[in-house]
């Protein structure tokens, strides 16, 4: 049975997964409600918790948020990151050459999680927050996923996943989603148009690692405006490119998906 030890440490992970970065301050009855805790507990877990430098208390509110030392943890995680530090460059290109927000997602159970990104440098830009989680059915990024993973797999988290709607123009129907991952499948890419952001546009390409299984997920992103039918056409050639260049630097020596020569966005 599990010990003392292994149910407090269960909890005080239950309470930091409660914030995030809409709810970055919580109160310990926020938590308490959030981690299905009672409030003593909460209190207890979180009062030790700041005494450790995992958590910090603002003195007036005494609301908490996350302190210093999950940034360390955070920080040593990214710089042991082969595929962060692998991709960068490629990254520190595209940004370059496009003036768009660039990102590199992972996945993390039935969600991605962006674990790098370069913002744009134009005024009106779309901002993919390091750490950020997303459900993969909604956006470009996550689409790539469920498309490039094992059907075993895709079907297990599809299955488990309710399609809620983000925005009027996400897919919540199972079969018009099928045929959208056919479709990314067939191109080698995604596009979306205002799936989880409904003013932001992006297309995706996947990563793949030595055996061959889709490791990571390249995107460029920005707004709708912006993404013109020719921009996206040419974003789908440079996003691919670059994508099976850092699938090469992992080792992966034969590229499952040639680059698109004509991407078809329309439709």
């Known amino acids: 049975m599990p010990s003392e030890s292994s149910h407090a440490l269960h909890h005080a992970v239950k309470i930091l997964d409660c914030f995030?970065?809409?709810?970055?301050?919580?109160?310990v009855r926020?938590?308490?409600?959030?981690?299905?805790?009672?409030?003593?507990?909460?209190?207890?877990?979180?009062?030790?918790?700041?005494?450790?430098?995992?958590l910090n208390q603002n003195p007036k509110?005494?609301?908490?948020s996350?302190?210093?030392?999950?940034?360390?943890?955070?920080g040593v995680y990214l710089s042991n990151s082969d595929i962060r530090t692998t991709?960068?460059?490629?990254?520190?290109?595209?940004?370059?050459?496009?003036?768009?927000?660039?990102?590199?997602?992972?996945?993390?159970?039935?969600?991605?999680v962006c674990i790098e990104r370069l913002e744009s440098?134009?005024?009106?830009?779309?901002?993919?927050?390091?750490?950020?989680?997303?459900p993969l059915y909604a956006g470009s990024a996550g689409k790539v996923f469920l498309a490039f993973m094992q059907p075993q797999q895709c079907e297990r988290i599809l299955t488990a996943t309710p399609l809620v709607a983000l925005t009027s123009k996400t897919i919540i129907d199972v079969n018009a989603l099928q045929l959208?991952?056919?479709?990314?499948?067939?191109?080698?890419?995604?596009?979306?148009?205002?799936?989880?952001l409904l003013d932001a546009s992006g297309v995706a390409a996947p990563v793949y690692d030595t055996s061959g299984e889709i490791t990571a997920v390249l995107t460029i992103s920005g707004p709708s405006q912006r993404f013109t039918d020719e921009v996206i056409e040419r974003y789908a050639r440079v996003v691919t490119s670059q994508a099976v260049q850092i699938s090469l630097s992992l080792g992966y020596r034969q590229p499952r998906q040639a680059l698109p020569l004509q991407p078809s966005v329309r439709g």
């Not at 996350?66 to 955070?74: I, Y």
């Not at 440098?121 to 997303?134: D, K, S």
């Not at 959208?180 to 989880?196: C, F, M, T």
């Open 20 to 27: 995030s970065q809409e709810q970055p301050e919580l109160g």
């Open 121 to 134: 440098t134009q005024n009106v830009r779309i901002v993919a927050r390091l750490g950020r989680r997303l």
């Open 61 to 64: 509110t005494k609301t908490y």
């Open 30 to 54: 926020e938590v308490a409600r959030m981690a299905d805790l009672s409030s003593s507990a909460a209190g207890r877990l979180m009062l030790s918790m700041k005494d450790m430098g995992i």
């Open 87 to 112: 991709a960068l460059p490629y990254l520190q290109e595209l940004h370059q050459s496009t003036q768009e927000t660039i990102s590199l997602y992972i996945l993390d159970g039935s969600e991605r």
């Open 66 to 74: 996350l302190g210093s030392r999950v940034l360390t943890w955070a």
């Open 180 to 196: 959208e991952l056919d479709k990314i499948r067939s191109q080698g890419y995604a596009v979306s148009r205002g799936e989880w």
